[in-house]
Nanobody
Framework: QVQLVESGGGLVQAGGSLRLSCATS????????MGWYRQTPGKQRELVAV???????NYADSVTGRFTISRDNVKNTVYLQMNSLKPEDTDVYYC?????????WGKGTLVTVSS
């Protein structure tokens, strides 16, 4: 069973920062590309950022330059540092682990950015 435990969501004012964390087991973390996605109810889940096991990253255009994804291979945790947050960043953010041709999801954490 793949468990992804997210934390760090909350309410922040526009221009502020938040850091999301997602922890999983070492056996999964060593082989998985890890990522963050977000979803507004009624809309498709969209990629925010991903990082592979070698540390290569990819970002959505809307967050490039503001968000940074990183992974700690000792703590088996992936982070999403979100700076210069905008009201349009308000969403439920989901951690993902991709390996073996499958994508696994956390339960999501709500990020609310007030104007």
């Amino acid at each position: 069973q793949v468990q992804l435990v997210e934390s760090g969501g909350g309410l922040v004012q526009a221009g502020g920062s938040l850091r999301l964390s997602c922890a999983t087991s070492g056996s999964i973390f060593r082989i998985a590309a890890m990522g963050w996605y977000r979803q507004t109810p009624g809309k498709q889940r969209e990629l925010v950022a991903v990082i592979n096991t070698g540390g290569r990253t990819n970002y959505a255009d809307s967050v490039t330059g503001r968000f940074t994804i990183s992974r700690d291979n000792v703590k088996n945790t992936v982070y999403l540092q979100m700076n210069s947050l905008k009201p349009e960043d308000t969403d439920v953010y989901y951690c993902s682990a991709n390996f073996g041709g499958m994508n696994y999801w956390g339960k999501g954490t709500l990020v609310t950015v007030s104007s």
